[in-house]
């Protein structure tokens, strides 16, 4: 059963604290990316990754780091310098080759709340 | 600047009609554009999509409708059913720089289908 996977559902930390938020696919996609969604406000890109072991910043990098070292998987760390920390967080992932090369699929999402 | 517009916040159907949701963009470097389905605290549905080339996509109950010469393109629902009851996103993404592949985001509008 194929699909994006992202834990935990709910996150509570305290401020200063780094957190890492985990995004797991196994649809064989090469490119991964990060959104963030704020009440009212559409998904802004974070971060995306085309392939293995490369990645750039999107529209709203600061105080955020990935890494990706494996295809499948594309962990996102919200650190102690972003300022407005407490959002819901959507990984997402498509094919780049194929039909449906430009169409992303999401996972469920985290929320993340920063007392 | 936002380059994908969705100026109607929310939107509300009686059951059986037609929902029509409207989408405005500025860049004519656009040529993939997509609608998402949201519920609450869910990642995002992908509904359906339409190439630049196209000038109307359809997919049982919903069909997308794309003007080009007016930077504008609709979602139409019919009939509208209460489970239509979502935010519904419109995306927008072109192959220029290096950022082929990549979403850009209206901020979405709230459907009520009222029984």
């Known amino acids: 059963d194929g699909g994006i996977t992202q834990s935990p559902k709910y996150l509570f930390r305290k401020e200063g604290q780094n957190v890492t938020l985990s995004c797991e696919q196994n649809?064989?996609?090469?490119?991964m990316y990060w959104y963030r969604q704020d009440p009212g406000q559409g998904l802004r890109l974070i971060y995306y990754?085309?392939?293995?072991?490369?990645?750039q910043k999107g529209d709203i990098a600061e105080g955020y780091s990935v890494s990706r070292e494996k295809k499948e998987s594309f962990p996102l760390t919200v650190t102690s310098a972003q300022k407005n920390p407490t959002a819901f967080y959507l990984c997402?992932?498509?094919?780049?080759?194929?039909?449906?090369?430009?169409?992303?699929?999401f996972g469920p999402g985290t929320r993340l709340t920063v007392l | 600047d936002q380059q994908v517009k969705q100026n109607s916040p929310s939107l509300s159907v009686q059951e059986g009609r037609i929902s029509i949701l409207n989408c405005d963009y500025t860049?004519?470097?656009?040529?993939?554009f997509l609608w998402y389905k949201k519920y609450p605290a869910e990642g995002p549905t992908f509904l359906i999509s339409?190439?630049?080339?196209?000038d109307k996509n359809e997919d049982g109950r919903f069909t997308v409708f794309l003007n080009k010469s007016a930077k504008h393109l609709s979602l139409h629902i019919v009939p509208s059913q209460p489970g239509d009851s979502a935010v519904y996103f419109c995306?927008?993404?072109?192959?220029?720089?290096?950022?082929?592949?990549?979403?850009?985001f209206g901020k979405g509008t709230k459907l009520s289908v009222k029984p």
């Open positions: 997402a992932s498509r094919p780049t080759s194929g039909a449906t090369r430009d169409t992303q699929y």
């Open positions: 339409i190439s630049s080339i196209k």
């Open positions: 860049n004519s470097m656009f040529d993939y």
């Open positions: 990754s085309q392939i293995v072991n490369d990645f």
């Open positions: 649809l064989n996609h090469d490119a």
């Open positions: 995306a927008a993404s072109g192959t220029y720089g290096g950022s082929q592949g990549n979403l850009i």
